[in-house]
């Protein structure tokens, strides 16, 4: 198919990456121009603007940072036009950016009042999934949008769901990284306590995995630098999700718990947690990188 990818940045490289790979026709278009000559290495064509690369496109596929982004690609903003009134034909718009459910159906319903299909795809898996072509997709919308992007989305990733209306991708997106932010949080927090007990956190770490503990971090994302090979942690928490990102995240589930009147304190909790390691200069640094907040005053 020719697909038009918008957005390059540690999830959207690689994923454009795999549509390439699974023989897509891809133009592809971001800020910068690093991102863009990499996957030009890859075998895509570079887009001069966004609206060049979603030119004659069946699919526009947009990864982004939040959601002022996306309200600004798709509906334009000082003064400029948005991509929606500069679409030729109605292309399938898939936006996989973790955004507000109310950026998101914003959006949607500016895109239905043209005609076009938009779904909301927020992704999990992390940088290793959208390189492996692992991701989850959550995604929001009509049954028949989802059908169409179904087998784009398995061209990047292994489990597709199709959560809802439009908005709905975002809901449960939100809700799995305030449980993520919780977990993370909480495995930096027992593994700080036991290695500050003479335990040694490699050995500790494979306790607990094979325990009541056990949890997504551990598996596979241990926090603690040198016990996992190949883990931000062991990468001086360099790539990966940013801490700035999941504070983001938890900042959107304590909105969207706020206007439900919803119940969220440890979600909250994890929000400061990480909201203060970001405002102690880590906010460009993995998000496993909380582990730091628990061993200040320490020699790494």
Not at 76 to 105: H, M, N
Request: aromatic share 6%; net charge negative; proline share 3%.
């Amino acid at each position: 198919m020719k697909i038009a990818f918008i957005g390059l940045g540690n999830m959207g490289a690689p994923m454009a990456t795999n549509l390439v790979k699974a023989g897509h026709d891809v133009r592809v278009f971001d800020l910068v121009e690093g991102a863009v000559e990499a996957l030009e290495a890859e075998g895509a064509s570079r887009g001069a603007s966004a609206e060049a690369a979603a030119r004659g496109a069946e699919v526009v596929i947009s990864m982004l940072p939040a959601g002022a982004h996306v309200r600004g690609l798709y509906l334009g903003r000082d003064g400029e036009t948005g991509l929606f009134d500069a679409l030729e034909g109605k292309p399938l718009i898939i936006d996989a950016s973790t955004i507000s459910p109310e950026d998101a159906r914003f959006v949607g319903a500016a895109a239905a009042e043209r005609g076009l299909t938009y779904l909301d795809a927020p992704v999990s898996g992390g940088v290793g999934g959208a390189k492996a072509g692992t991701l989850t997709f959550i995604v929001g919308g009509a049954e028949a949008g989802f059908a169409q992007a179904k087998p784009v989305l398995e061209d990047m990733g292994k489990n597709i769901f199709h959560a809802g209306e439009v908005g709905a991708g975002q809901v449960a997106k939100i809700c799995n990284n305030m449980l993520l932010g919780i977990l993370m949080s909480g495995t930096a927090e027992a593994l700080a306590l036991g290695v500050k007990n003479g335990l040694d956190p490699a050995v500790l770490s494979e306790i607990m995995k094979q325990s009541s503990g056990g949890n997504w971090a551990l598996n596979v994302y241990n926090p603690w630098p040198g016990v996992m090979e190949g883990s931000a942690a062991s990468r001086d928490y360099q790539g990966g999700f940013l801490t700035d990102l999941m504070a983001k995240d938890l900042g959107l589930a304590w909105e969207l718990a706020l206007g439900s009147k919803a119940t969220v304190p440890m979600g909250s909790q994890a929000r400061n947690l990480f909201a203060l390691h970001s405002a102690q200069g880590n906010g460009q640094l993995d998000f496993s990188s909380i582990q730091k907040l628990y061993r200040a005053g320490e020699d790494d």
